[in-house]
């Protein structure tokens, strides 16, 4: 089938940035992005480009150029199924909150909700693409769905996988290392794996299309995703054990990194990696290996939250004991609440986990991002259902320059690697600070020697 129009059900994280470039790479395909809400879509479609709800490095630049041509961004979810030939689900897979599995596996509320809607509106036959990260064997309870409609049309499931990072999304999608399609293997299936490869190869080589059965790519997602984080959390394990050692993490990663079978990516210690897949995604292959009985897999697994977690965890608590043991009632600066820099994304951020642990020691936070917004920040609070919203109201207050959050701060915690905190005059921030002025440089920013010389008492992770 030869692909003129293309709907996406979900205008989040994922879905907005990949359909804007497939429209600006794909100018003869029509490309719909539909959501159930409706201030997303009117964000996207807002006039002033710089609104759009995303915040990613070049993506207004990419959005301005096909927005009202041949991308759009609706809320007629009904009419956008009914068109398309092929239907890209990129909606939300949190992890769920209730019943079996609370905590661990993935809640496909929303995957089910899309495949009743396209079997309900399909009147011709379409190719349904699971864009959204989602437990192996999800596309075979999709096809059930759509199977059983009972109207006659053919669907075909392909999974999909997105492998791009926030923060720099536009320049993963324009050049990925690879895209990954699963399809059934079928004739009908190889047609339908034909047409989304012929999408893709307007602007990707085709050596880097790979192609494979569904399950292998559903579970390869989740793998590569778990390969990640557990790079980070095996870094951030040696991290701890430099502290106590004359080692400096930063150069046992460079020198480990040299070795081309480890390659230098991903060893940057950190306060614990945040982000809205690596933990859903670890939850989700231990849920999945615990199900089958794979303990052993499960635990192995399990150990990469684990340590993340006890790396978010010991980072407030160094700040409480160096600061002799009590920050009540003390203004600590927080510089980031981003879980990286370039994106206003704050899911799973270490940040709320550290500003948690220190409102509990009654501390009174002073935020300074240059992306998220007072709303976001008290949203993310409050999820964790510590204490009641006006407690976190009182205990955060949020800033619009980073000086004036540190003037008369006891320390300055560093939770997001913002380009822009380097270039900050720390000089100054020393001079308006209490003293003795601590930094805990939760992302190895900045530059430790210098913050000596100036008179800062200077922590970073690892060293
Ligand atoms: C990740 C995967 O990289 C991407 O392929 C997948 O599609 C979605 O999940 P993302 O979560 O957007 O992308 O960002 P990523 O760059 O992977 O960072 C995740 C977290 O790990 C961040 O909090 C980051 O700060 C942290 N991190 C990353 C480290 O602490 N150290 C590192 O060396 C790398
Ligand atoms: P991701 O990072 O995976 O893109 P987001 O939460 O940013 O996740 O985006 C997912 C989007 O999917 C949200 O904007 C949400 O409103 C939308 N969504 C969820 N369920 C449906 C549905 N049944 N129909 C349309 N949109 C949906």
């Known amino acids: 089938m030869k692909i003129t129009n293309i709907c996406c059900i979900g205008a989040g994280y994922v879905g907005g940035p990949t359909m804007a470039v497939i429209a600006a790479k794909c100018p003869h395909i029509k490309v719909t992005v539909v959501d159930l809400n409706e201030k997303r879509i009117a964000d996207w479609n807002n006039p002033d480009i ?29 009419k956008a199924i009914d068109e398309a030939q092929l239907i890209f689900i990129s909606v939300n897979t949190p992890t769920k909150t209730y019943g079996t599995g609370k905590g661990m596996a993935a809640d496909l ?7 009743r809607q396209i079997a309900k509106v399909s009147k011709t036959d379409k190719i349904i693409v699971e864009k959204s990260t989602l437990p192996v064997r999800t596309a075979e ?19 999909n996988p997105e492998f791009l990072a926030e923060g720099t999304a536009v320049q993963d999608l324009l050049n990925p290392d690879r895209v990954l399609i699963g399809g059934e293997t079928t004739p009908k299936g190889d047609e339908a794996i034909a047409s989304l490869v012929e999408v893709y190869a307007n602007w990707v080589p085709e050596e880097r299309i790979l192609k494979t ?28 054990l430099c502290e106590k050692t004359e080692a400096n993490v930063n150069e046992v990663a460079k020198a480990i990194g040299m070795d081309s079978r480890i390659g ?8 614990g990696f945040g982000g809205s897949c690596f933990q859903k995604d670890i939850l ?32 407030s608590k160094n700040i409480v004991q160096t600061l002799y043991n009590t920050v009540s009632g003390k203004k600590i600066a927080f510089l980031g609440w981003a879980f990286k820099k370039d994106t206003n994304d704050t899911r799973e951020s270490a940040a709320i986990y550290v500003a948690d642990d220190l409102i509990n020691e009654q501390a009174k936070i002073a ?58 005059d720390w000089q100054k921030i020393y001079n308006i600070m209490l003293k003795p002025a601590f930094i805990f440089d939760g992302r190895n920013l900045l530059d430790a020697k210098k913050m000596n010389e100036i008179g800062f008492v200077y922590q970073s992770i690892g060293s």
């Open 50 to 78: 710089n609104k759009i709800p995303i915040y990613e490095p070049g993506l207004n630049e990419i959005v301005e150029k096909s927005r009202g041509k041949n991308l759009f961004f609706s809320t007629e979810v009904d």
């Open 109 to 115: 509320k929303h995957i089910e909700l899309c495949a």
């Open 141 to 159: 309870a999709i096809k059930s769905i759509l199977d059983n409609t009972g109207n006659g049309v053919q669907f075909q499931i392909l999974s």
């Open 213 to 240: 059965n569904v399950w292998s790519s559903e579970l390869s997602k989740l793998t590569a995703n778990a390969f990640l984080a557990q790079r980070v959390s095996s870094i951030n394990a040696i991290s701890e």
């Open 264 to 271: 230098s990516k991903f060893l940057k210690a950190s306060v």
């Open 284 to 315: 989700n292959l231990v849920y999945i290996s615990k199900a089958f009985g794979l303990n052993e897999v499960a635990d192995y697994w399990e150990q990469v939250i684990i340590m993340n977690d006890h790396q978010k965890r010991r980072f």
């Open 367 to 424: 935020l300074y991002d240059p992306k998220v917004e007072r709303p976001q920040v008290l949203s993310d609070l409050n999820y964790l259902e510590t204490r009641c919203s006006s407690q976190n109201e009182d205990s955060i207050q949020n800033f619009k320059n980073p000086y004036e959050a540190c003037e008369n701060s006891h320390a300055i915690a560093i939770l997001t690697e913002w380009d822009e905190f380097k270039e900050y």
